[in-house]
């Protein structure tokens, strides 16, 4: 299980932090990746990021500067921070456990999502 | 970045109805493609993996096949609860890049 937590509203040029608590697995293990992926309201899905068990990170090429992903393995816990957020950020964000060893490294477990808005 | 082209973006069909989605890749991902079902308000869920791979307790109405650049995703016999916007999604290369996604409607 996944669920996302942090604030339902960020001041645009402020930055955005969020977490995802993992229950039921392992986010060190080699068998998974973390994923974060946004859906603005009314729109379709776009991945953002993601963290593998080594700590390597990928990001979406139109975020790279303003996005950091990074884990807490004490906490089970992955968290995303996107900086100098504008309205165009305003989205649900889901975060999302993907599998390693399946060649699509299909994304099979979601959180619920959490809506971020943008807004002063 | 792989351009992903998912076709339509409206569906209406009669429960009972063989329902399918196209995606085309613009360049070849081989079999590195996943579908997944969102219903309003709530998360996508992983349908299909691989192509052509059910993921375990998805009901065996729904399917998926091609590879390369043609993919199709198929409802064989349309149910009222899978009424739902349906994505396709690449993962041959990052950003891995979902489809506009087709929203399914009953007639």
């Known amino acids: 299980q996944l669920q996302e937590s942090g604030p339902g509203l960020v001041k645009p040029s402020e930055t955005l932090s969020l977490t995802c608590t993992v229950s039921?697995?392992?986010?060190?293990?080699?068998?998974?990746?973390w994923a974060w992926i946004r859906q603005p309201p009314g729109k379709g899905l776009e991945w953002i990021g993601s963290?593998?068990?080594?700590?390597?990170?990928y990001f979406h090429p139109s975020l790279e500067g303003r996005i950091t992903i990074s884990a807490d393995t004490s906490k089970n816990q992955f968290s995303l921070i996107l900086s100098s957020v504008t309205a165009a950020d305003t989205a649900v964000f889901y975060c999302?456990?993907?599998?390693?060893?399946?060649?699509?490294?299909?994304?099979?477990?979601w959180g619920q999502g959490t809506l971020v808005t943008v807004s002063s | 970045d792989v351009q992903m082209t998912q076709t339509p973006s409206h569906l209406s069909a009669a429960v009972g109805d063989r329902v399918s989605i196209t995606c085309q890749a613009s360049?070849?991902?081989?079999?590195?493609l996943n579908w997944y079902q969102q219903k309003p308000g709530t998360a996508p869920k992983l349908l299909i993996y691989?192509?052509?791979k059910l993921e375990a307790g998805v009901p065996s109405r729904f399917s998926g096949s091609g590879s390369g650049t043609e993919f199709s995703f198929t409802i064989s016999s349309l149910q009222p609860e899978d009424i739902a916007t349906y994505y396709c999604?690449?993962?041959?290369?990052?950003?891995?890049?979902f489809g506009q996604g087709t929203k399914l409607e009953i007639k």
């Open positions: 999302a456990r993907g599998g390693t060893q399946r060649g699509s490294r299909p994304l099979d477990s």
């Open positions: 039921g697995g392992d986010i060190s293990s080699s068998d998974y990746y």
């Open positions: 963290i593998y068990y080594t700590g390597r990170t």
């Open positions: 360049q070849d991902i081989r079999n590195y």
């Open positions: 691989d192509a052509s």
């Open positions: 999604q690449e993962y041959d290369n990052l950003p891995c890049n």
